[in-house]
Each structure stands twice: as structure tokens, then as C-alpha cells.
């Protein structure tokens, strides 16, 4: 049995390589095509071609991981069709390789591929795209959200504050800072504009070229005093991880952060549906990984004729990317529709495995 699974596990390590390889590549080219438009921008530091070809490759590592069910459903269909055609799957099967023992093989390999993309999605492509904007970020000055930047609340004992902040520079400073604070009853007592700001190694914020206005209340009337500042030290629980996280996409991030930055949007009485949906799309995207092994196993039961082989590998090419595509739907229709997030993020995956379950049982266990 060790013989038989050995020889398994390499032909489809080789095709799922193969097959990445393939799509990886053609993904690399595209995203070049996009950066060429570019080149020579930056002012006194253009962009150049180097650093194009950097930014690229450093973005591959996001790519694989939307990409690693795909290939091991392609791969594994592939492996399994010829094994088919060749009649080698018979001749295991006559060896001993039954359904339930090829199953069990097969999951055991899948859970190899889901642990890869665990430590893909969850540690090197949240670092390779950190690394990625912040090589991006040197050629445009800043790393930012469009016009209005990244937004965030936060609450302290007597007072609530929402701050807005335009952009992050590459070495970590904050531009365009703008404060709003409003007291218990929720009237903004105080806007607080400052040009830059850094963080505090006690975690509060330094700001620089600071504009405050107060609004104060007094016999039915509001009186506004502005005062100008050249720094000002303002205490807030508000890290840089944080304004990193506003700043970057949901999907670019990791599991754990997306859960540290959900638990401050709840505390803070802020709407955490698009992250949510994401964070349970990160628990559930690596476990696709053993559907699509169990979802090509069935085509190592099947009869073909000569040549006949390639309309069953297009077969899986279209699931892969049907599923691709179902679990981006899902993810924004439950956005839109306020599904509850782990039914919105799970629904592909569990009907893909229902789908899975339903071939092995009729064309392996029934036929």
C-alpha cells in the first residue's frame, strides 16, 4: 500500500506543480502588462522596470493561494484520467486499492495541500503583499484608499472619536489626520487636523502642525475657539497594524489579523459584515482543497477511449473555475444581502462537497 500511494502522491504532486505553474505564469504576465502602464513615473525616483518585475513576483504568492484548489482539481483530475485510460487504476484496483482505501489516500494528500495553503494565505502572502505595497508605495509617496483614506473608530471612557486618516507613508508616518471627537450623548465637541503624525512607543500619537477647533456650549449659545499647535500628543489604542489593515484589502490580510481587526470594529459599535465574510472565507477556502481530491476521484472510475482525456481535464478546468467564481459571488451577494458571514463564505465549499459525495457514492460505490 505504501508503494501504491507513493506512486500516487508523486504523479499528482507533479501535475498540481505543473498546473500552478502553468496559471502562475500566465498571472505574471498579465499583472506585467498592468505595471508597464508605470514605468518612468515617481518623479525623482522613478519606477523602473526592476522594480515592476519585484512587485510582480512579490504579488504571486496571493495568486497561489486562490489558485491551489484549482490546480489540485485540475492535477488530480489528470492523474486520474490517465491512470484510467492506461488501465493502471485497474490494475491497482486488482492490487488492492479499493474505493474507501483510495478515498482515505486521497484526503490524506488533501489535507497536505490544505495545510500548504494555510501557511500560504495566512503568512507568505500577507507578507509578500505588505512587502509589495510598500515597494509601490515608494514610487507614489504613500500608501492610501482612494480620495478619503481609511476611517476608524474608537471609544474611550467619556468620549468617542472617528479618525480619519488620508494616507501611510512608507516608513511608517501618518499624512492627512483628521480627529473627530464627540461626547456621551454623541455632539462633536472638538476637530482635531493635523499635516503629519508618527506612532509613540507608548502607543499614543505624535502629531504635527496641529489645527484644533472646539465647539463649546454656554447660555443656549456656541462658541468656537481655534488654536494652532506645532505638536500635540494625543493617547489612543489605535496601532499601526490598525491603519495598515484600513488601508489594505480584507483579502490581503491574514486570519489572525482579520480577527483582532473584527474584534475592534465590534467594540466599537462599527459594521464587521465584509470582514466577517472574509475571515470565515480564510477558515473554509483551505478545506476546498480536500473536495476537489474527492471530487476527482470518481474520473479514475471512468472508461475512455483514445484521446479522450482531454474533454475530462477542460471538465475540471471549468469546475475549478466555476468554483473560483461561486465563492467570489457568494462573498459579495452575502456582503450585499447581510447573510450571516460564515453561511455566505461556507455555501460554496458545501456545495461543491455535496457534490463531491454524490459522485463518489454513484459512480464508485454504486457502478
Not at 490494475?91 to 479499493?98: C, E, K, M, V, Y
Not at 471609544?155 to 486618516?165: E, I, M, T
Not at 500628543?233 to 491574514?254: D, F, G, N, Y
Request: aromatic share 14%; proline share 4%; glycine share 8%.
Amino acid at each position: 500500500m505504501k508503494t501504491i500511494r507513493r506512486l500516487v502522491y508523486l504523479e499528482i504532486l507533479q501535475a498540481v506543480a505543473f498546473v500552478s505553474l502553468g496559471f502562475l505564469a500566465l498571472f505574471f504576465f498579465f499583472d506585467f502588462v498592468d505595471e508597464l502602464g508605470d514605468l518612468g513615473k515617481g518623479g525623482l525616483q522613478p519606477y523602473r522596470m526592476t522594480q515592476a518585475l519585484l512587485y510582480v513576483a512579490l504579488r504571486m504568492p496571493s495568486h497561489l493561494y486562490e489558485l491551489l484548489p484549482i490546480a489540485v482539481l485540475i492535477g488530480t483530475i489528470f492523474v486520474m484520467a490517465r491512470f484510467a485510460q492506461s488501465s493502471e487504476y485497474t490494475i491497482l484496483r486488482t492490487s488492492g486499492l479499493g474505493p474507501w482505501r483510495a478515498l482515505r489516500a486521497l484526503l490524506l494528500l488533501g489535507f497536505g495541500f490544505t495545510v500548504l495553503t494555510v501557511l500560504t494565505g495566512d503568512y507568505l502572502a500577507p507578507l509578500s503583499d505588505r512587502t509589495a505595497q510598500l515597494l509601490k508605495a515608494r514610487m507614489d509617496g504613500m500608501l492610501s484608499v482612494g480620495t478619503t483614506g481609511a476611517w476608524l473608530k474608537e471609544r474611550q471612557r467619556y468620549f468617542s472619536y472617528n479618525v480619519n486618516v488620508r494616507s501611510l507613508t512608507p516608513d511608517g508616518r501618518l499624512q492627512g489626520i483628521r480627529i473627530f471627537e464627540a461626547d456621551a450623548r454623541g455632539y462633536m465637541v472638538s476637530l482635531t487636523q493635523a499635516q503629519r503624525g508618527v506612532f509613540g512607543d507608548d502607543g499614543a500619537w505624535l502629531l504635527e502642525n496641529v489645527e484644533r477647533t472646539e465647539f463649546k456650549s454656554a447660555d443656549d449659545s456656541t462658541r468656537v475657539q481655534r488654536v494652532a499647535l506645532p505638536s500635540m500628543r494625543w493617547p489612543t489604542e489605535i496601532t499601526q497594524e490598525m491603519v495598515a489593515v484600513a488601508l489594505l484589502k480584507p483579502e490581503r490580510m491574514s486570519t489572525i489579523a482579520l480577527f483582532q481587526y473584527i474584534q475592534h470594529l465590534e467594540a466599537n459599535s462599527q459594521t464587521s459584515q465584509r470582514y466577517e465574510i472574509e475571515f470565515w472565507r480564510k477558515v473554509f477556502y483551505p478545506l476546498s482543497c480536500l473536495v476537489m481530491v474527492v471530487l476527482a476521484l470518481p474520473f479514475a472510475y471512468l472508461h475512455f477511449r483514445s484521446g479522450g482525456i482531454t474533454s475530462y481535464v477542460f471538465g475540471g478546468v471549468l469546475i475549478g473555475i466555476s468554483f473560483f467564481l461561486l465563492n467570489n459571488m457568494f462573498g459579495y451577494i452575502g456582503n450585499l444581502k447581510n447573510w450571516v458571514p460564515w453561511m455566505a463564505a461556507g455555501a460554496p465549499g458545501l456545495l461543491y462537497m455535496l457534490a463531491s459525495l454524490g459522485a463518489f457514492g454513484w459512480l464508485v460505490l454504486r457502478r
